[in-house]
Structures are given as C-alpha cells and as structure tokens.
C-alpha cells in the first residue's frame, strides 16, 4: 500500500540545499563538458549534436535538482508505481513502438524519442530496493520470499529481449543481482543463477540469438577475419585510439573521425574521438572523473541510514558503472559490439534523462538520509 509522511518532518528547502551534493553535481558537470566538446568536435561544430546536448543537459540538470529535493519517502512511496509505469511502457513499444536501427525499443512522442528500456533500469532499483527494505534474515531464507523480486527482474527481461536488446537485458539482470546481493540474498542463489546462465548459453546462441548478433561475438573473437566488413567498427576504433598516443592529436585534429572512418562517433564510439583528440591522458581524465561519481555514489550509499536509500543509491552506482565499463570495454575490443552509450558523454536524450534522473534519486537518499521510512 502507499503510505503517507508528513512533509513538515523532514528538512527544510534551506537545509536540503545546504545538503545538496554539490561536489557530485560538479563532476557530473565536468564529464557532460567533455561530452559536449567531443559532439562539437565530431560534427565541426555545434550543429547538428553539441546544442541539442547542451539545450539537454540544461534541462536534465533541472530536473535532477528536483529529483533530488523531493522527500525519499515519496520515492520509497511511488516504486512500484513507477516500476508499473515502466513495464506498461515497454508492452507499449511491442505493439506501437518506432523502429531504428533494425530494433524496435522506442516511443516516439514528436517532440522526443523515448527508450523506455533506459527508465526500467531506474525502476527496476526502485522497486527492489523497496521489496528489500526491512527484509529479516529469516525471510531472505525463504525461497517464496525470493521468488516476488525475482519475477520483477525477469518480466521486463523478456520484454527487452523480444525488441531485441541483448545488452540492456543483460544490464537489467546484473542490476537486479546487485540489489539481491546487497539485500542479503544467500550465496547458494547466485551460485545456482551462475550455473543456469552457463548451461544456458549454447541454447540462447543457437535458438535466440539473432544472425547479426552472433556475427558479433564472432567479429570479437576475430575482428581481422573480416576487416571492410563486420570487423570495421572495432579496427577503426582501435586505430583510433593508437593514434592518440600519449598527448593526442589534438581538439578537432582527429583523422579516423574527421574523415568519417570512426563509425557512429557521436553516441557508441564518442569515447574513441576524445581518445584520439586527448590522447591517453585526455582518457585518464574522463575516466577519473568517472571513477569519481562512483565513488561519491558509493559513499551516498553507505552513509545514508535507511535500507530503502543505501539499496537505491548502490543500485543506481552498479547501474552507472556498467555502462561505462561496457561502453569503454566495447570500443577498446575487450567485449563484442553492443548499443551501450557512454553515460552523461555520447549523444542521446533518454541515456542522459535516465542518467540525470539516476543521480537526483542518488543525492535525495543522501539529503533524506535520516528520514524514517516503513519497514514494508
């Protein structure tokens, strides 16, 4: 049931500023700068992607103010509404969702496209974190009482692999492990999930995986095999990145992606073109500002004293930090090609949405953190 709370008993607007995570706020800022100067650079200019970000980020920064100054029990209160929301969103993209790509994942609503894929990993935490919240040992030990959360990672895992999207589906299984894990969920149950995933996979390549999506995994294992084909965007993308060396080429000096041999610069591979610009230093700089976030999330999270807010905040952290080991991952040919921006940096209005959304539920634990929620 959705409770009630009596606003007048947390803090006051004043004190919630005061408490506002501003050095977050900061590195947040710094990291979505650098993207937005890798998208002018990729389109020589700030058309056609650097002041749509910018008009983005502004509005996203907004946004993830006000996340962060309502009151958490009103996030604990609406989790299972908004995880509702999302699920209905995704059944909607299976029977009126916009192609692209080959992929049908979005809704589009004129103004914007919408990936309702992306919101469900925010929901997802939320709902999970609410399910947990005051769970007793007792109750972790019983497989009735795991079954409920299990069911709510699985349901919009199968929606998202009908789209089809691998790698977000896989991204929605891995943040609803976490949260188990950090709820207390015995050892045998991720041991048993392991082994299933394993056994698994000669079934899912030979009776699911879809022809471009094995080429893939084959391209990784051997991008040379075929390099004008299927192994072109992970060769450009590491010569790319060798180019850069030590120092870089140089802001809008980069060759593999000013002569459009980098493929999809400005979302997938943005993080080649900064690479090639700024070299291995300019890299090193994103990614500890990166490293950063993740660490300040994590110190949100276990500082914060309700159950419900250190689940959300981890939730959100583990949720953050896939998408830029991925992304990163991805580019550098250490995984196989999938569709995972690098968050906050590759163009994209829902990835930077959810994003931002993402932090203003993290620092709304940190604000509230002394808020008394029910124990469900």
């Given amino acids: ?37 890798a998208l002018y650079s990729a389109g020589n200019g700030m058309d056609p992607w650097a002041s749509r970000q910018t008009v983005r980020f502004v509005f996203c920064m907004v946004a993830m103010i006000i996340v962060a100054l309502i009151d958490q029990r009103f996030w604990y209160n609406m989790s299972y509404l908004i995880y509702a929301a999302g699920f209905v969103m995704l059944i909607f993209v299976e029977f009126m969702g916009q192609i692209g790509m080959g992929a049908q994942r979005w809704i589009n609503l004129g103004f914007i496209q919408i990936q309702p894929s992306e919101l469900m990993k925010l929901a997802l935490v939320m709902a999970l974190a609410r399910y947990f919240n005051g769970a007793r040992s007792e109750d972790l030990r019983r497989l009735t009482f795991l079954i409920p959360p299990a069911l709510l990672i699985l349901a919009p895992v199968g929606l998202v692999l009908l789209q089809p999207n691998l790698g977000t589906a896989v991204m929605l299984v891995v943040d609803g492990a976490a949260l188990f894990f950090l709820g207390g969920a015995p050892i045998w149950l991720f041991i048993v999930g392991i082994a299933a995933g394993l056994a698994a ?44 060396g030590i120092e870089g080429k140089g802001f809008l000096n980069g060759s593999q992606s000013h002569l459009n041999f980098l493929p999809e610069k400005q979302t ?20 500890g500002l990166l490293l950063l976030i993740f660490i300040y999330c994590g110190w949100i999270s276990f500082r914060c004293r309700h159950v419900y807010g250190r ?3 981890f939730g959100l952290m583990v949720n953050f930090s896939l998408y830029v080991f991925i992304n990163i991952a991805m580019v550098m040919g250490l995984i196989p090609v999938v569709g995972i921006p690098l968050p906050l940096v590759s163009y994209g209005g829902t990835s930077m949405l ?19 929620l029910p124990r469900n």
């Fill in 354 to 372: 959810a994003a931002m959304i993402g932090f203003g539920l993290v620092m709304s634990a940190n604000i509230h953190r002394d808020s008394k």
């Fill in 1 to 37: 049931m959705l409770g009630s709370f009596d606003l007048q008993s947390g803090p006051t607007l004043s004190q919630k500023l005061t408490n506002m995570n501003w050095g977050l706020i900061v590195l947040i800022s710094l990291v979505a700068l650098i993207g937005i100067a």
């Fill in 201 to 244: 996979i000669p079934l899912v390549w030979h009776f699911y995986m879809h022809d471009y999506q094995k080429q893939r995994v084959l391209t990784f294992l051997d991008p040379e095999a075929d390099p004008l084909g299927s192994g072109y965007h992970i060769m450009q993308s590491k010569i790319a990145l060798g180019s850069g």
């Fill in 268 to 287: 997938d591979f943005i993080f080649t073109l900064w690479a090639e610009e700024w070299g291995l230093t300019g890299g090193l700089v994103l990614l």
């Fill in 311 to 313: 689940l959300l905040a």
